[in-house]
């Protein structure tokens, strides 16, 4: 009897084959974007939905980040309402190490780490692979296994030491090895290489999480602690209690945004496939009644057209793993490895699995209301009474349409709200120049000891026209606050060589002062600008120092000018007398091959710094086309989003046109016989769509207005009239195209042709 029903269904399904493929595409697609969405939402999660959650919070000192000395008056108070104290680094920060192997070979190598204390292994959630992690002392370091096997490769690290400089002191202190740990941190991206005690470079700001015992009340614990003070005599520094579940407030309302796109595309999906389901059963009233005058129960007539719902459900699932499939492996080439190790495609299958057994639950309890419906009507009624007015199938369109203007509206939204806020750059150099300019990151310490000699050995290339050093790379820089009588302002600073203006062919008017000369700035335009609108020449105070004005110039190379800036104006420093990091450029002939002066270089380099130290050199056409990619990966994910809306949108009127033609063809045949035009016909399938689109978009538009308005309140959401008439007409042509070919078939069908077909 199985066997039937699938026959059965196949041959149902190949009659309408247009209609049933697209009605598994749009499910095969709302299926994928709910997956890809329930993915993003379990990543952006990982720190905000950390276990007992509602138990933890963030200690501050008013405003500001606690000190190592904060913790040790903290725990003296022994505090009744705290359970524990998890003391943590801020982030991941690269710094320089040498390992020293069980052969005492030296090895330096490039290693994040943070400083933590033992209960951040235990409420992170991270292994213990090998030794032990729960008195961790000053000169006692614990490492991840990947860095393990990367520094040394298969000895055992436990017992080693790793050798680090101080900050101050200029010295070397030996760290030993005593742990070893597998896993990621919930409040991190990727793992740190090492875990360094609380007492390395104890003067920083720390990150103090603590967990409140079970029953206190946490509004009451936020008022016990605001009454003390780190600080007797500063009032200030009392402690700031931030619930955890208030401090990721934003990231929950991020995970019910993406969680809702997700679920308007599914159900756009899912409504499409219903829609067809119930059209379906319209269609073949006659057929079901037949099939019960010759014998067929509820349960039969219930399995045969649950089979046909079966069969498409099941191609659906499978399409839309081909999809994923397809989807992963484009998007690893593009993406680095620790973000595709989040998406496994055994979780994007598991997902998708979930979401199939829900749409088979779904379709089985619409399969019941056809079967439910023949038991309970004659035979008589349902052969001679023809289809009825689809209110459940125009209402779903109706849906469809809504979901697919807010997404259209909003990816216009946010692509001016992109445009508004991103940051144009400006070059005065050609993309010729820019391709023969190599620009070096001093990311080590040996690098930026050596750098000296680096640079002497490099001038000596003949294709290396010059060179200059800077602080920041391009388009980078420190903001610091410029003070006036009555006002302060942020500006962004840059810190170099005054050969920087000459090497980017930047217009300056002014002088050129000596190198690392401490007593003068250079400003932009703009903010020289705000310095006459406040009657101030000659000298400035930028961060509580004053400095003689050398000049004035456009803008710095690479200065992102337009959108959003919390800034007044740029200036450059000229005080550089640091070597331990920063960057350097170097200006190649244009008669060589960059690439080939690229590799003479780094070989230079290779001379003072060793193989285990990564080396950041690249053109500044690359980091041109990272910016660029960035900006369009951003757009094209909120454009496949409208895209996919509209498509989903597109089909579904298609699928629904198409049947409505195909079943009320008698009905046209009789009209045109009593003298019925091509406009009446015309009007009369195509008034649905005019209707329904008009009442969507008059209620959609507005509620978009105003979310909108919600949404980019800071940004000054750029709503306006000439795109919400470009979005309505778009729309309607649309919807125009995909009926047009339908009703125009159905226009001109001859009566005749249909009258002997019945």
């Known amino acids: 009897m199985i066997i039937h029903y699938l026959k059965v269904a196949s041959r149902n399904l190949w009659k309408y084959r247009t209609h049933s493929l697209i ?13 890809v969405m329930s993915l993003f939402v379990n990543i952006l999660a990982r720190q905000a939905d950390l276990p007992n959650a509602e138990r933890r919070a963030l200690l501050m000192s008013g405003n500001s980040f606690l000190k190592l000395k904060d913790i040790d008056y903290l725990h003296a108070l022994h505090i009744e309402e705290m359970d524990s104290l998890t003391v943590s680094s801020f982030g991941q920060t690269p710094t320089e190490v040498v390992c020293i192997d069980q052969y005492q070979r030296e090895l330096p190598y490039m290693a994040e780490y943070i400083r933590a204390n033992e209960r951040y292994f235990h409420n992170y959630y991270l292994r213990v692979v090998a030794g032990d992690v729960h008195m961790l002392k000053d000169n006692e370091i614990v490492i991840h296994e990947n860095f393990a096997r990367r520094a040394f490769k298969d000895q055992n690290p436990i017992g080693l030491s790793i050798r680090q400089p101080k900050r101050k002191e200029g010295e070397l202190e030996d760290f030993r090895i005593v742990g070893i740990v597998s896993g990621r941190p919930f409040d991190t991206t990727s793992p740190p290489d090492i875990y360094f005690p609380l007492s390395f470079r104890s003067e920083e700001a720390l990150m103090v999480e603590t967990h409140i015992k079970p029953g206190v009340d946490m509004q009451n614990f936020k008022t016990r602690m605001r009454d003390i003070l780190l600080e007797p005599s500063d009032k200030d520094s009392y402690v700031l209690v931030k619930p955890h579940l208030e401090r990721y407030k934003d990231i929950f309302l991020a995970k019910l945004l993406c969680l809702f796109i997700g679920s308007l595309i599914l159900l756009s999906g899912i409504i499409n496939f219903l829609k067809f389901i119930i059209q379906m059963f319209y269609n073949r009233q006659r057929e079901l009644a037949i099939r019960k005058c010759v014998g067929s129960d509820m349960t039969g007539l219930f399995f045969l057209l649950f089979a046909e719902c079966f069969c498409m459900m099941t191609v659906a699932l499978l399409l839309s793993m081909c999809i994923s499939e397809i989807t992963y492996t484009f998007a690893s080439i593009y993406m680095v490895e620790e973000i595709t190790s989040w998406f496994k495609l055994t979780d994007v299958y598991w997902i998708q699995f979930k979401v199939y057994l829900v749409v088979v639950l779904i379709c089985m309890f619409v399969c019941l209301y056809p079967a439910w419906r023949i038991r309970r009507i004659s035979i008589i009624h349902m052969v001679m009474v023809g289809t009825r007015r689809h209110v459940f199938r125009n209402v779903m369109i109706g849906l469809q349409m809504a979901i697919s203007l807010f997404f259209v509206g909003s990816t216009t939204i946010i692509a001016l709200v992109i445009d508004e806020t991103t940051l144009h750059p400006v070059s005065y150099i050609s993309e010729k120049e820019k391709e023969h300019t190599l620009e070096l990151k001093i990311n080590s310490v040996r690098l930026g000891t050596n750098l000296d000699a680096i640079l002497s050995e490099v001038k000596t290339l003949p294709e290396v026209e010059a060179s200059i050093q800077t602080m920041f790379g391009i388009g980078f820089g420190s903001i610091e606050q410029y003070f006036n009588n009555q006002q302060s302002y942020h500006v962004r600073i840059q ?18 002062v000596e190198p690392f000369s401490g007593n003068y700035i250079y400003v932009s335009k703009e903010f020289n600008e705000q310095l006459a609108k406040d009657g101030i020449q000659g000298v400035v105070n930028v961060g509580n120092v004053e400095y003689q ?33 920063g960057y350097v450029y170097f200006r190649i002939s244009p008669y060589a091959e960059a690439r080939v002066m690229k590799d003479k270089i780094i070989t230079i380099i290779r001379k003072y710094v060793p193989e285990t130290l990564p080396l950041e050199i690249r053109h500044l056409t690359d980091e041109e086309k990272n910016y660029q990619s960035t900006i369009m990966m951003m757009y094209y994910g909120i454009f496949i989003l409208a895209f996919v809306s509209l498509l989903v949108v597109a089909l579904s009127i298609y699928s629904a046109i198409s049947m409505d033609t195909l079943s009320r063809q008698k009905e046209v045949a009789i009209r045109k016989i009593n003298g019925a035009t091509p406009k009446v016909i015309a009007w009369l399938f195509g008034r649905i769509y005019v209707f329904t689109y008009l009442i969507v978009f008059t209620i959609v538009f507005p509620m978009g207005k ?14 306006r009239w000439d795109w919400v008439i470009v979005i309505f007409f778009g729309m309607a042509l649309l919807i125009f195209m995909v009926t047009a070919f339908k009703i125009w078939r159905i226009m001109h069908i001859n009566p005749a042709n249909i009258i002997k077909k019945e």
């Open 23 to 35: 009605s598994l595409l749009c499910l095969a697609v709302g299926i994928t974007f709910y997956t």
């Open 706 to 719: 105003q979310i909108a308005i919600i949404a980019f309140n800071e940004f000054n959401a750029p709503y």
């Open 495 to 512: 810190v170099g060589n005054p050969d920087y203006f000459r090497f980017f062919k930047i217009p300056m008017t002014g002088k050129e």
């Open 549 to 581: 004005i050398a000049g004035v110039y456009e803008h710095l190379h690479e200065e992102r000018e337009g959108g959003i800036q919390s800034y007044i104006g740029t200036a450059f420093k000229t005080n550089m007398k640091t070597t331990e990091r």
